[in-house]
């Protein structure tokens, strides 16, 4: 693009459109939840580029006080969603004088979308507005949305059939549903918890299990313990970043997974950009848009998960914020498009620009514990990924520190890609070097079969 400038980001160099950039330096911004330590480089980048952050979240965050310009630390979680009302007017009565000094609010942790809502009406700034935020954090409110007609979207086609089970005895008012079918948490963004059912006295004993096991500690982040019940789809799923400005889709982003582990629903492989023709892109993007606005969304960066069954597209999850950190950092390096400060730019009010679409295509995979951490606490792995990311020819996106994880529902600690400015056969096969050449390639962990469905 004629209006661009290069800006070097830590390791990386991105192409940041030149008037977005001016037009957002020196904006103070409301920003509700950290996110966790692993999304770091959001803050480092929003300082780099003069954008002003107040964070407000509940833990002391001692790593940011030199990242963000303000950091409150405030306990919104307590008392759960109800209390969203009298946790917004408490986080605007801690802000004090400097309520005159901002310019927008927003969220990317999936917790806080309710909170922030309420926060953007208070305060008169673009966001979704409390209802669609609560509606949208719901898979069965969102899926019984999606079936309703409306005069300018018709979405009934892509909603699954699926029932919400607050108890037992609700299994078995599932009229139509067949078996196998999938059990997962009405609330959360995670794969934990996502079961396979192959009956319904499977679907009770599955239920009464994971009520047992999470209790208290899993409920949705305040929602409650409810889950859904609903139709198993086989195939791939597609992650599509839908990029929305004044109700107009300004850009989509779509991801390929792979095979999905076979003893849970934890992601293995991903692909970018998408392997599918160009006529099933326009169609999963087309999809993808008029759900969410379907749903109320119309302004910001929101992450759609879909699936393309025998009987068409079926959406699985519209998550109401950019989709997982570790896509969104692949983004920057394969597009230089950072998803962070585009729903910045959104929520103050200016619509982004975006460079050329690259040929740069990368192909990764997920490391668990289960197969990987003997590997990589080994100096001389270690060493040659340090070496293998310092010359640029892979991303390693930790996530968390090797631990023990919970056998059932596998928890990934990092996020290995590699990359080619050819095609995507070549950054797939480079993909399955590297990790043969780590001994990452593991009869546990066959990336040849994992990556099968893609190029």
């Known amino acids: 693009m004629a209006n661009t400038k290069e800006a070097t980001l830590g390791n990386d160099s991105i192409t940041w459109n030149r008037e977005n950039i001016e037009q957002i330096s020196g904006k103070t911004v409301l920003v509700i939840g950290a996110s ?192 859904v019940l609903m139709d198993f789809f086989p195939g791939i799923i597609h992650h599509i970043d839908v990029i929305i400005f004044k109700g107009v889709l300004l850009k989509a982003l779509v991801t390929d997974m792979g095979p999905k582990l076979p003893y849970g629903f934890s992601d293995t492989t991903t692909c970018f950009p998408t392997c599918l023709p160009d006529k099933d892109v326009a169609e999963l993007i087309q999809a993808s848009f008029d759900c969410c606005r379907n749903v109320g969304l119309d302004n910001g960066v929101f992450n759609v998960e879909m699936i393309k069954t025998s009987n068409g597209l079926k959406m699985i999850e519209i998550n109401c914020r950019p989709g997982s950190y570790r896509r969104c950092v692949v983004f920057r390096t394969t597009d230089s498009i950072d998803l962070f400060v585009t729903l910045a730019l959104i929520a103050v009010g200016i619509e982004p620009e975006f460079p050329k679409t690259s040929n740069v295509y990368a192909v990764g995979c997920y490391l668990y514990s289960f197969a990987h951490s003997r590997q990589l606490q080994d100096e001389t792995v270690l060493q040659r990924i340090k070496e293998l990311k310092n010359r640029k020819e892979i991303l390693y996106i930790e996530r968390s520190d090797i631990s023990k994880v919970d056998e059932m529902f596998p928890k990934c600690f990092a996020h290995l890609v590699a990359f080619d400015k050819t095609n995507g056969k070549l950054a797939k096969q480079k993909l399955i070097n590297i990790c043969k050449e780590l001994a990452l390639y593991t009869n546990d962990y066959d990336l040849e079969q994992l990556t099968r469905y893609f190029y």
């Open 36 to 227: 966790g330590k692993d999304r770091r480089f959001v803050w480092k980048t929003f300082k780099d580029l003069n954008i002003k952050v107040i964070l407000v979240d509940p833990k002391e965050n001692k790593h940011l006080h030199d990242k963000v310009a303000v950091l409150i630390k405030y306990n919104y979680s307590e008392n759960s969603i109800l209390a969203d009302e009298s946790h917004g007017d408490a986080i605007i009565k801690l802000l004090g004088p400097a309520v005159k000094q901002l310019s927008a609010c927003f969220t990317f942790d999936e917790y806080c979308i309710h909170l922030t809502s309420i926060l953007c009406q208070k305060l008169g700034f673009v966001g979704v507005s409390p209802d669609v935020a609560l509606m949208v954090q719901s898979k069965q409110l969102t899926y019984d949305a999606l079936r309703k007609t409306s005069r300018d979207f018709d979405t009934n086609q892509y909603s699954p059939l699926s029932f919400q089970i607050k108890n037992v005895s609700d299994i078995s008012n599932t009229k139509g549903l067949s078996f196998p079918a999938i059990l997962k948490p009405e609330y959360g963004n995670f794969s934990e918890g996502v079961s396979k059912v192959y009956s319904i006295d499977d679907c009770v004993s599955k239920f009464n299990m994971l009520q047992c096991t999470y209790g208290k500690n899993w409920d949705g982040g305040g929602f409650g313990s409810s889950m």
